[in-house]
């Protein structure tokens, strides 16, 4: 069985260990075919609290860790650049 995975956008990093990640699905509507974009947030263990708010991030499908988390940062795909300035 493959792993689900998704591409998105860390939103929250208030939490230990967790980040919240808002990914953008783009599709068409099924009636008069505009692009819809619909955005879910899921709720990523992040071990080292390394993802800051901004950052590119892939996240995988894993385990129940907890109520709400179901998924797992695989990799930071870019930093934001406010997170470069925080962290000097």
Known sequence: MALKERVGTVVSDKMDKTVVVAVENRFPHPIYQKTVSRTTRYKAHDSENHCRVGD??????????????????????????KAEEVSK
Not at 58 to 81: C, G, M, N, Q, Y
């Open 56 to 81: 590119r991030v892939r996240i995988t499908e894993t385990r129940p860790l907890s109520s709400s988390k179901r998924w797992a940062v695989a990799e930071v795909l870019s930093h934001s650049f």
